[in-house]
């Protein structure tokens, strides 16, 4: 069971971003557990000090070792208190088995997520790098719990197979891992993706540094705010950090021009939607994404780019997008006006309520406003020497509406 264990535990597969990592050996645990009962158990637990990692110092080993000894030790104290009794299962010891298992896995998840959980938040300082989102954490925590059925698995195939029950489960335990390995690397390059295409437009403009990453955070909680299912919730918060990528298509200088434009300079600024969707269009997992991008400058009266769309005809995300790109640009310094107070910004949002923006969103995310807070950006000037330029008008601001020359 040890070297099952310690197989398991040396062949952990990255979940999500950074250091945080999944292996299956919840599996080898709880089917100790079963087997050995609790010191058992708790010995095998130990044989995660031993993990095959290079780099991992003596301080994290035994971390590592006593954490997993205590859970599987709690685990079977659990299994034995309510009725279970351990060593090898035979069939009459099904189903009674069940229930004392179920509790035993419970006890193993709760016991081993709060050390990790209390040891992160202990060694926390400032690197909130080690936080974890809520949503992996969840998915881990099931995914510990499905897992651990496979102990049981194992311990019931020992009466008739022996040790090599262990290479039994084993087998489709690593296809798992495998899957959430790709899962994870699927993950990273798209973050990857978005990151560089993100600070590409923000190479043409000091000013809308951040702008990308705010305008997502605003439209997640919007979404959030009504409801949105979180496979959508994913694809606004890429639409709202790319809304804008189809700036890299509109000149620079038209980008940078403090006094009027002509009608072809905003023509070009007009298109920066189109431009965006061009751009991204092949990305296959925007999706409704494109949308957002394409339509984020729609107004509610038909008055918007690039098509004119009224009400209901404007995709939701662009909606959702237009109220936090809004939003984002007044409490935002910008180099003809001081940043706006949350209170002024919303006033704002308010006045343009049903004719720009949608009234029931704005609603919305006045709510989640209030709820969650917003941290307005601090001004920043850009040095002298800066080679990226300084947007003179935001084409996002609705109370500066972008100055055009009548006649030519
Ligand atoms: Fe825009």
Redesign the pocket.
Known sequence: MGVLFLVCESSSAPVGPRQFTWSPSYAATLASVVLLGPAGAAIVGVFAALRLRRGLLVVQRVFNGAMYALSAYAAGRAFVAVGGRWGVPHQSSFPGIIGPFAVAALVHLVVNHGLVRGVLWLTADSSSKQRLPAVVDIRLMLSDLGYAAFGLLIAALWSVVGPFAAVLVVIPLFVARWAMRQYAAQQSAYEATMAALCKAVETKDFYTRGHSERVSKGSAMLAREIGMRANRLEAITYAGML??VGKLGVPTKVLQKSGRLTEEEYAAIQL??MRGLEIVREIGFLDEALAGIMH??ERLDGRGYPLGLAGDEIPEFARVIAVA?AFDSMTSTRSYRGARRIDQAIAELRKWSGTQFDPALVDAFVTALEREGWERPAPIDPPASSPVGVTAQD??DPTAPLQVVENR
């Open positions: 809304h804008d920066h939607p984020h400058h790109d084409h996002d």
